[in-house]
Every structure is written in C-alpha cells, then in structure tokens.
C-alpha cells in the first residue's frame, strides 16, 4: 500500500442503526414446500455488526433460511423485519438493493469472465449512468467507470487475488473462485453478507484466509455477516452468536460456549440412544 | 579515507550521497515503481529524495541515532527500500531480514544485531515480532507499511510508516535547517560509516552478520556497474529476497550508482506478469529459476498444435546450432543467420516477450550450477545471461564473466579490482573493493575467515582453467574421500544429477564410506506432467515418489551421470552404487534447505540416518517416520517405507571414444 493512489474505504451503508441493535428480525417464520416443512415457526435476529452462524446437521434447513432472508423464498408465515421495517414480499434484487449481499453454497460465477469483470459486476447496482453512456464511455461514464474500478482493486488487494486479475475464473481452483465470489458480495458493499458454506471443499490452509477475511471484512468494512458453515471449529472461533437448526426447528441460539454446552444441540450432532 | 562528497565536487562515497546526486542530475527521470491497485506508480529521483528525507527526519524525531541499528523485514516494497537509504542518511545502519523467517530466526538476528526500530511490511510481520519480543529486549518500536488488520492493536510502540513521514514533514516545515542539516550531515560522510550488516544465510549453523562498510560498497557497486555498462536508462525489477546480498546489491547499490529505476511486484505472485509488463534490461536469477522457466515453456509446449510444436522444435535446433555464436559475434555462414533470423520473428522474439526478456542486455546466474543445456538454451535465444561467483562477505562480485566470453562451466576471471588466489588445501581466497569489514560482534569468526594478509577464505574449493577462468567444483570441506580412495565431490555428482528436469533436488553421501550413495528428490511440475500424459494416477508427493516407473526413470538418469563420471578421470571412481527417492520434499521449514534453498547436507544425513543405513546395508527396503512442518507452522509426522535401488557402474573411459564414421 502506498499513498499515491487515493485509498478509498470500502464500508457498509451507514444506515442509522449503532452497532449491537437488531437489523434483522424473525419472527415465527414457517416455509414449506408441499407438505415438507423446510422451516418451522422460527425466530431470531441479526443484530448490526456481529458475526452470526446459522449451523445444523444437513437439510437442517439453513439455505432455505438464507433464502428467506434474501427474498428467493417467500415464507407462508411469519414476519421479517429488516432495519425496523416489516419486509413485504421482496424480489432478491430488491433485497440486494436495500444492501444484503451473498454467496452460494455451489459457487455462481460467470466462468468465462475474468476475476475483474466478475467483481466489477458486483457493482452493477451502484452504476448511475444508463446504458448509452456506458457504451459512449466518454465524460460521466469514464469516471463512474474509474470510479467502481478503483473499489475493485481495492477489493482484489483486500483479498490478494491480483495475480489472478485478467484469469477467467472458470480455471481457478476452487478455492480461489470461493474468494472471487466473496469479491463480487463485497464489490456491492453491503450492510449484511450471506455467506453459505464459504470453506466448503478447502484445505486447512485455505480455510485459514478465508476466515481471516471474513474478520477483516466484519472488522474493517463494518459489514454484518450471517454464515453458513460446517466446520464446527471456524465457526466456534469465528462467530460472536450461533443460531442452530434441526429439522426446520431452531434448537439453540446463543454465544458459541453457550451453544456447545446445550444439550439439544449435542443431541442433533451426535446422535440419541432411544 | 578523504573526505568527499556532492558539494566538495567529489565523487559520492555513500549511498545517500548518491541519492542527493540522482535527484539533482536524474530529477525528473524515474528512480522507483510498484503496482498498485492494477497501475504503475512512479517516484523520480527527486520525489523519492523528499519520500527518503520525510522518513529520516521522522526516524530522527523518534529517537534514531548514529550507529543504531534498524531491522527492516518483507518483501520487495518500496517504503522498506526507502528505510535503508532514510536509515543511512542518519548513519544509522540498517539490518534487512528474509521475510519468511521463522519468528525464532528473526528473534536470532534482531538480538544479535542489537536493533532498537524495526520496519516491517505487515500484520504478518507484527505479529512474528511481537511474539517474540520478550527476547528480543532492545528493540523498542516497530513501524510498519502496511496498516491492514492492524487497527485495533495497541499503538503505543506500533507506529504506521506514513505517520512517521508525516512527523516528518510536519518537523521540517516548522524548522527548515533541519532540512539542510540533514543534507549537511548526508554530505559530510567520508563513507567509513557500516553502511548495512547483511545476515548470511546459514548454509553451515547461525547466521552470520556481514558488516559492510559505505565506501567499499559504493566502489564495488560503480565497478560492476561500469563493467557491464549500466546507466540511467536501464530497469530492474526487485523481486529476490530483500535480505539477500544479491538484491541489495544489484537493484539497490548497483541502481544508486547509476540511477537507474527499479520496479516492485504487485504480490510475489505476480512476479512473472511484472516481469513482462517492465521488461527490465538487467536481470538476476538463480539457476533453479531459469530451469522453472524453461520446464514450464516445454511444458506448454507439449500442449501446442503439432504445426506450432514443429517450428518449435525446428527452430529451437537452428538456435542450439548458432545462438550462441551469432550473440557472440563470432562467424557464423549466411544462410545460418537467415534461418535464425526468421526464428527470431518466429518463435525466440515472441517466447522472450512472454518471458518478460525482451529489452535484456544483461543476466546473470549465479549461487549454484548451472547446467549447461539450460544455460544454453537462453543463450542461444539471444539472452545475454552470463555467470557470477559472488559471496555476501564481498557484497557479492568475486568474479564475472565478460560479455562474449561466456562459457557454462565456469565462473569467470576476477571481477574488476577483485584479486583472487587458490590456497594449498584448494580453497578460493580473495580481496575485492567491496570486502566485508568483518562479522557483527563475533571476532572469533571473522579470524576464522580471514587469513592475517588480508584475504577472504571462500570455503569453495576451486580451479583455475587454462584461460583464468575460474571453475567452483564444492565447499572446501565438503570434498573427501571413499575409502578406496577416490576424490568425492558430492556438489559436483548432485548437480549432475539435478541437471534433469524431473529430479529437484539430490543429497549425496560417500565420505568415508565404500561408495556413493544419493537421495533425490522429484519435481512435482516435471514428473506430475509426465504421470499425468502417461495416464499415471497419484495421491500425493508421497504416493509419486515411490512408483516403480518413477524407479525406473530415476535409474536412467543415474546411470547417465556415472557415464558422464566414468568419463572424467578425476570423478571416474565416485559413481553412485545406490539410490532412494525421498518421500517427502526437502524443505527450508524443516530446516533441509537454506532459505537461499540451499540443501543442508549434515542436517539431513541426521534426519534420514535409518536411510542412509539402508543405503550402505544392501537392503532393498527402509520403514521411516519424519517431523515435519506444515505451511500454517503445526507439526506433523510422515511415515513412509522407501525403496532403495542399485545402480549400474561403469568402467572409467580414459579418453572419449571416437565416434565412428
């Protein structure tokens, strides 16, 4: 880093709320798909700044409930608020609009694009000028242009991933592509990311920077975070508060010590003898 | 040693001397550049003066006085460049360590060498520092580059680099005659001051601290510099270890003597992008980065279209056949030069360019053999890659090989003003302008190292050739004897045998013993590529190691370097008799190499004993369970069961056979 080039600050909206308040909340939110629960009479909430975990034995229910939260699922019962609002039926790109941004479980990349262009695309929501400008490229359009570029560098220096700048992601492994991804989240800087399985398929080493990232991204940018994780252990060190699923149902929630000593929960990881 | 310096019309005799000198007479040209958020960023020489006088007078407001010593630890960045020369200007005398240190190692060099300040690239940095600090007592601040993840950290004794030329500039602008003093002071130097202590990299125990003196080092610097006609227009790109005499030497003291300008990395990762984004005209690599590059271009060559692949190989023989010559300037018949010209436009043009060699006028190699193909390979690309023999204890150049007098085998004659004599036992001794003064509190070694008329013990053992060339053949000590009584030069059998690109690395042993005996090691990129076209499937290193194929391919490769062996008569009694491939890779983070990836002999026929039994006890087979240290610093164990394998020997050939015809 040095200080010929302007630094500019990636940070999350200010959007009033002061860190600790709720900026999230469920209340008794049920989804079902015909007749299978998916998610049963769920509530709790993100509050502004925290890391919060959403763990539980597969088809627990924890994607459908990030889709919930970013408005692909339209849950049948139950209220979301979000910064104090009770949310309407919502598009995700309304979702992703009113500042939540995500990553998938299976990773969602244009393959044929480059690392730039696909964290580039990331800021596709915060372009102004319209379409012809663009083309045009001249004026008001440049500098919108060199303006977004300048935070996705800064973005892909946040991340280390210049070496990979002009590479089409389609032939980076995939640990590398689970970073792009998280680029691409953070080129929208959002208020609350959704991270659904950030460190799934990666080595040791790679969960590392993951997880440091995620840190650095909540402790720099301010950005809440809601994951989704397997790794007991990343997610123990990780999160400030654990929510935790079983069969659709919540069955914990609380700082992660409290959520290891619950009874429930080690229930649903380790079996019951009947 | 007179007085001299920029204002007494003088020749400059330190490097902040030289600095003032650059930003007056090379003000607006360009003296340093990284990429940064996707651009190059430039400083001339006079934006860099004022960048390296904000430093100093910062460093100065903090207490940095005349003989202090700073540590500077990371990668190749400009800021860290600045603080040799910010440090120098002060007289305080700088200490660069390799980044990659473990935080014990640096612990090591930080309390040997007494630093109060240290300047560090990052959070990594930080962190190894701090903890180790409680035994590292007298070092009181750190400063670092770059702020990230280090917000919440306690700033008492933790300051940001911009900060303190921040206070810097603040200082000046309220008190203009430090500004002049500082100049005063810089210009006031006879250069007798230590102008920095660079750590050796530890082939043999510690590491010891070479005091190097700012007078010697400006001289060597300007020798070498005149020699290989270097000037204000050329550019380098600093990408070897900060810590290292070679890049101390030739970006930073080689580029202050002439002004030219050097250009960092983006990340380490991007080194060979940069490369070919600066296209620089001196370029310095050591030998196992030539064979990285040249095992990736066949490698993408086996991938080309047939009728690429051809001209290709058509035209890569044409060079092999008048490369070399046509770059020496040698006779060379007509039609030869058409057939090399149309290769140039063709395939050496176009492969220098994406190899970043375009604009090279001089390479050299140096620290290891390099063999002789692959030396030729770049040669007769029309690359003017010559070789050195250079030692930190003489801020690099002992010898160097003259433009068009190049030849793979040697090393050269003496470097300009560099005397060298060969002692009784075979040692190489020299005294060259840029001598080290002596090791950093530790007389007993410096006596060990040089003899009492003045001369430096290179612990090489070496010949002269008929032409005052000089050829390295091992480490003085390292040369022994079998027990029945033929010369051993391990180094000299290990780098035959890593002249093939599937084997990386190899460990030789025999002194004192009925024959030899090596351990080697595969490269993963050769050999996994190799697996990979013959439908070979593999778990891990391990797995790879240890196939019968691979067995097989290592046993032809050993019995052509005995054939090679049996034809030199001094070498022809130390063929190999037996050979294993090692279950794990040899690593400097296991203490087997050097950081400089030197093989560290000793340490490793300690680690392997039970191998090194197997080896000398006929048997076919040897259970071993090794430590090891993974990437993230825990440990670990490996456990493996290594072949051992018999290789065949060959009659010593007094002269070569004439072919028959």
């Given at each position: 880093?040095?200080?010929?080039?302007?630094?500019?600050?990636?940070?999350?909206?200010?959007?009033?709320?002061?860190?600790?308040?709720?900026?999230?909340?469920?209340?008794?939110?049920?989804?079902?798909?015909?007749?299978?629960?998916?998610?049963?009479?769920?509530?709790?909430?993100?509050?502004?700044?925290?890391?919060?975990?959403?763990?539980?034995?597969?088809?627990?229910?924890?994607?459908?409930?990030?889709?919930?939260?970013?408005?692909?699922?339209?849950?049948?019962?139950?209220?979301?608020?979000?910064?104090?609002?009770?949310?309407?039926?919502?598009?995700?790109?309304?979702?992703?609009?009113?500042?939540?941004?995500?990553?998938f479980q299976n990773v969602a990349l244009f393959k044929g694009m480059s690392t730039l262009d696909n964290i580039m695309s990331g800021r596709t929501?915060?372009?102004?000028?319209?379409?012809?400008?663009?083309?045009?490229?001249?004026?008001?359009?440049?500098?919108?242009?060199?303006?977004?570029?300048?935070?996705?560098?800064?973005?892909?220096?946040?991340?280390?991933?210049?070496?990979?700048?002009?590479?089409?992601?389609?032939?980076?492994?995939?640990?590398?592509?689970?970073?792009?991804?998280?680029?691409?989240?953070?080129?929208?800087?959002?208020?609350?990311?959704?991270?659904?399985?950030?460190?799934?398929?990666?080595?040791?080493?790679?969960?590392?920077?993951?997880?440091?990232?995620?840190?650095?991204?909540?402790?720099?940018?301010?950005?809440?975070?809601?994951?989704?994780?397997?790794?007991m252990g990343v997610v123990m060190d990780i999160s400030d508060r654990v929510v935790v699923l079983d069969y659709g149902r919540k069955i914990g929630d609380g700082t992660p010590d409290e959520v290891k000593n619950n009874q429930d929960v080690i229930d649903a990881y380790l079996g019951v003898s009947h | 040693m007179e007085a001299t310096g920029v204002t007494a019309g003088g020749k400059p005799v330190t490097f902040p001397q030289y600095l003032l000198l650059n930003a007056k007479r090379f003000a607006t040209r360009p003296a340093m550049r990284i990429k940064d958020y996707g651009i190059w960023q430039t400083w001339s020489w006079s934006e860099q003066r004022d960048e390296i006088r904000d430093l100093a007078l910062g460093l100065q407001a903090m207490g940095l006085e005349e003989g202090d010593r700073i540590a500077i630890v990371g990668s190749n960045r400009p800021r860290l460049y600045w603080a040799f020369c910010a440090a120098q200007s002060l007289k305080a005398i700088p200490v660069p360590v390799y980044a990659d240190s473990v935080a014990d190692e640096i612990a090591y060099v930080l309390n040997h060498a007494g630093v109060r300040f240290a300047i560090v690239q990052d959070q990594e940095q930080v962190d190894?520092?701090?903890?180790?600090?409680?035994?590292?007592?007298?070092?009181?601040?750190?400063?670092?580059?770059?702020?990230?993840?280090?917000?919440?950290?306690?700033?008492?004794?933790?300051?940001?680099?911009?900060?303190?030329?921040?206070?810097?500039?603040?200082?000046?602008?309220?008190?203009?005659?430090?500004?002049?003093?500082?100049?005063?002071?810089?210009?006031?130097?006879?250069?007798?001051?230590?102008?920095?202590i660079l750590y050796t990299s530890g082939t043999t125990g510690r590491s010891k601290g070479v005091m190097l003196t700012a007078a010697a080092s400006v001289k060597a610097a300007e020798d070498t510099a005149k020699f290989d006609h270097m000037t204000e227009n050329d550019e380098v790109l600093a990408y070897l270890p900060l810590a290292w005499v070679g890049d101390h030497y030739l970006n930073y003291a080689q580029g202050y003597a002439v002004g030219l300008c050097m250009s960092c990395p983006e990340s380490p990762e991007?080194?060979?992008?940069?490369?070919?984004?600066?296209?620089?005209?001196?370029?310095?690599?050591?030998?196992?980065?030539?064979?990285?590059?040249?095992?990736?271009?066949?490698?993408?060559?086996?991938?080309?279209?047939?009728?690429?692949?051809?001209?290709?190989?058509?035209?890569?023989?044409?060079?092999?056949?008048?490369?070399?010559?046509?770059?020496?300037?040698?006779?060379?018949?007509?039609?030869?030069?058409?057939?090399?010209?149309?290769?140039d436009k063709l395939i050496y043009g176009p492969l220098r360019n994406v190899l970043?060699?375009?604009?090279?006028?001089?390479?050299?190699?140096?620290?290891?053999?390099?063999?002789?193909?692959?030396?030729?390979?770049?040669?007769?690309?029309?690359?003017?890659?010559?070789?050195?023999?250079?030692?930190?204890?003489?801020?690099?150049?002992?010898?160097?090989?003259?433009?068009?007098?190049?030849?793979?085998?040697?090393?050269?004659?003496?470097a300009p003003d560099v005397e060298i004599r060969i002692a009784e036992n075979g040692e190489v001794q020299f005294r060259s302008p840029g001598m080290f003064t002596g090791y950093y509190g530790d007389e007993e070694k410096t006596k060990e190292t040089m003899t009492p008329d003045g001369w430096v013990m290179t612990g090489d053992a070496g010949i002269f050739d008929a032409e005052g060339h000089l050829k390295i053949i091992d480490r003085a000590k390292d040369v022994g004897k079998l027990t029945t009584g033929a010369l051993y030069a391990p180094k000299y059998i290990?780098?035959?045998?890593?002249?093939?690109?599937?084997?990386?690395?190899?460990?030789?042993?025999?002194?004192?013993?009925?024959?030899?005996?090596?351990?080697?090691?595969?490269?993963?990129?050769?050999?996994?590529?190799?697996?990979?076209?013959?439908?070979?499937?593999?778990?891990?290193?391990?797995?790879l190691a240890g196939l019968p194929q691979i067995y097989e391919m290592m046993a032809a490769h050993v019995d052509q370097v005995n054939r090679d062996l049996a034809a030199e008569p001094m070498m022809a009694g130390a063929q190999i008799k037996r050979f294993l491939v090692l279950h794990k890779e040899l690593e400097a983070d296991d203490g087997e190499?050097?950081?400089?990836?030197?093989?560290?002999?000793?340490?490793?026929?300690?680690?392997?004993?039970?191998?090194?039994?197997?080896?000398?006890?006929?048997s076919t087979e040897q259970f071993i369970e090794t430590d090891m240290t993974f990437e993230d610093g825990r440990k670990g164990v490996i456990r493996a069961t290594v072949k051992v394998a018999d290789a065949k020997t060959h009659p010593a050939v007094e002269t070569l056979p004439e072919a028959a015809e």
């Open positions: 880093m040095n200080a010929r080039v302007k630094h500019v600050e990636l940070h999350a909206d200010d959007d009033g709320l002061a860190p600790g308040e709720v900026m999230l909340k469920l209340d008794n939110v049920s989804l079902s798909f015909g007749g299978v629960k998916a998610i049963s009479d769920i509530s709790f909430d993100i509050r502004k700044g925290e890391i919060r975990a959403i763990i539980g034995p597969n088809g627990a229910g924890k994607t459908s409930m990030l889709n919930v939260i970013n408005g692909f699922y339209h849950p049948q019962q139950g209220v979301i608020t979000f910064r104090g609002k009770a949310r309407s039926r919502m598009q995700p790109y309304e979702a992703a609009a009113s500042g939540i941004a995500r990553t929501l915060k372009m102004h000028k319209n379409f012809f400008w663009q083309v045009l490229n001249v004026g008001p359009a440049r500098d919108e242009e060199i303006e977004h570029r300048l935070k996705v560098e800064e973005i892909i220096d946040f991340l280390e991933i210049q070496h990979i700048r002009k590479t089409p992601v389609g032939k980076l492994p995939y640990g590398l592509q689970k970073r792009v991804e998280l680029g691409r989240a953070l080129a929208m800087e959002p208020d609350l990311l959704l991270l659904d399985e950030p460190m799934a398929g990666m080595n040791l080493e790679e969960k590392e920077d993951m997880s440091r990232f995620i840190l650095d991204v909540n402790n720099q940018m301010g950005t809440t975070i809601a994951l989704i994780e397997h790794d | 190894k520092l701090q903890s180790v600090a409680e035994d590292i007592p007298g070092l009181t601040d750190i400063i670092y580059d770059e702020p990230r993840g280090l917000r919440d950290y306690d700033h008492t004794h933790l300051h940001d680099f911009a900060t303190i030329q921040e206070k810097g500039r603040q200082a000046s602008a309220s008190n203009k005659a430090l500004v002049t003093d500082w100049e005063e002071r810089i210009r006031a130097s006879d250069g007798s001051e230590i102008s920095a991007t080194v060979s992008q940069n490369l070919r984004e600066i296209g620089p005209t001196f370029y310095f690599a050591p030998p196992r980065v030539f064979e990285g590059l040249l095992t990736s271009v066949m490698i993408r060559m086996e991938d080309a279209s047939r009728i690429k692949k051809w001209l290709f190989d058509h035209y890569l023989a044409v060079a092999k056949k008048h490369g070399e010559r046509i770059l020496e300037g040698r006779p060379v018949p007509l039609s030869a030069r058409i057939s090399y010209w149309l290769g970043g060699f375009t604009r090279i006028r001089t390479a050299y190699t140096a620290g290891e053999a390099i063999g002789p193909d692959l030396f030729s390979f770049f040669r007769s690309l029309g690359i003017n890659l010559k070789q050195l023999y250079g030692q930190t204890e003489a801020f690099l150049y002992v010898t160097a090989q003259k433009d068009g007098d190049v030849r793979p085998d040697t090393v050269g004659p003496a290990e780098n035959k045998l890593k002249f093939f690109p599937n084997i990386k690395e190899a460990v030789a042993f025999g002194n004192g013993r009925d024959f030899v005996a090596v351990f080697l090691n595969i490269d993963l990129t050769a050999v996994g590529n190799w697996a990979e076209r013959n439908n070979i499937s593999y778990g891990s290193y391990q797995e190499l050097t950081r400089t990836q030197k093989v560290r002999r000793g340490f490793i026929a300690e680690r392997f004993e039970p191998l090194i039994e197997a080896l000398y006890n006929g």
